[in-house]
């Protein structure tokens, strides 16, 4: 399922479109969000906002700030507590993920904890976490922690499940040491794999973080929205969602170009 | 690599372990108050709230009922999904100008996290039961489309051109080329939607409902009771797996009955 989902992100097909149809249905998309707002009048203020309150609640965050801070202390939280989670979801997640792909004792050690813990969405753990650590930024990183952790462990232990046997069995033969098999050998073989998974953390990280600042929040994007929505402010709450997607889709790119860098050899191999 | 697969006798003996060396931590944890029993309630005491709950209420309902109420939303919100997005993956996957069309749109929105939609969804559809379905649709209703959307663009060419040399349609190429060569594409899909679907209820719950059980765990949280919240969470951990398990029988079947591997 894992798989399906990453290779699934994105319809994937869109490279080499013509890039005038993107364009013309942006165009399009604006050109109709005025007219229903402003121009006809169809979709009222308090349900969506016009480009133009859009454009003053983004001025009113940048200048005088919303929330108790500007849109950019706000982002960058956020994003902090994401990078913290995540990364230290990947140093624990991945290492487990190997350790349990390459010896079948440890496998089934984990595998029954891991079976009963699984199946609770990463969301359901956000009010033990506040009860445990409270409104502030630990029981946001534990629940991203908990969240980007399953897809690391999973994909890590698939892409050493996966490597072909004759190569380990080679570079057996060859005398290699243990730690240089595993550093040269079995990580780089699943690297392809463990990035997959790294992909739909950063992607579990984002939703988690959201969700945890709308539950209960003093500063983060998702408080941002959350204030938004309880002063019934279309104009900031858009502004809220769309630094949203803009921040997922910024880490996205970053990870995308560390994989690049990462499996060089790789791809350059495939094609 | 240790090679070969445990004997199953070796592989039952250590999942025991590990399930006892989990139990045990979690008790001796607990019991001698390392840890304050208001935050983490022993095991047994969390089984007891569990059956508990059962049959007395909190926050206004029992369990089953609290179930019953995130369930019936669940349902809604991904049959919705599966309703809007199957066609319309399948429409573009046969209109290329419809692809061209909603592909950039799709792709930019599918940045958004779909909990960000919470104020939204309240300020449109309330906090009843329109604005959690709408969160929940937001949740699954990507791989429907992109499933139904792969189905298609990848039906054997020769396929589509021989209903094209005997002059099908549109509609008939639609119904009876591309939907059946795509059902196990789209199943997958359901399967996936239907995990991220739980998952958005969940969210939504703890945000912007009146009843279900992530309500009922907002609730706990704030009167400080742990075992209520664990209980929480192990029933929608309940549930998830019974729907996932259901989902897998039925795309294991449907694989099997059209000749596929399972």
Redesign the interface.
Known sequence: MLKALAGGLFLGLAPGRKPAIKVATLAALIGLWFLLTTVTGAVTGGRFPSPAEFWTSLVQINTRGYAGAGLVSHALHSVKLVAMGFLVAIATGVPLGLWMGWSRKVEALVNPVFLIIRPIPPLAWIPLAILWLGLGDAAKIMVIWFSAFVPSVINAFTGVRNIDRPVIEAARMLGTPRWRLISEVIAPAASPMIFTGLRLSLQASWTTLVAAELVGALVGVGFVLNMAQQDIYPGMILVGMLTVGLLGWGTTVLLGMAERRALAWNIAARD | ??????PLK??ML??????LL?LGLWTVLTVSGIVPRQ?LPTPLEVASRFFQLLTSPFAGATLPTHLAASFKRYAYGVLLAAAVGVPLGLLMGWFRLL???V??????????????????A???FGTGIGGPIMIIFAGAF??CL??A??GA?FVEPRLIEAAKMLGTNDTRMIMEVLLPAAVPSII??L??SA?LG??SL??AE??VAAAGV?FM??Q??GS?Q?AT??T???A???V??II?VLLRQGEGWLRRRRGLEA
């Open positions: 690599m240790n090679g070969q697969a445990l070796e592989s250590l999942g025991l372990l590990s399930l989990f935050f692809d061209d069309i592909t950039p749109i799709f792709d930019g929105l599918r940045f958004i996290a779909p909990i960000a939609w919470v104020p939204f309240a300020l449109w990507p791989p992109i499933n959307y792969r663009r997958a899909g399967r996936v995990g739980w998952q969940v969210g703890l945000i992530g765990m907002v706990a949280q400080v742990t919240v664990m929480g969470m192990i929608i951990g309940i998830g797996m996932d």
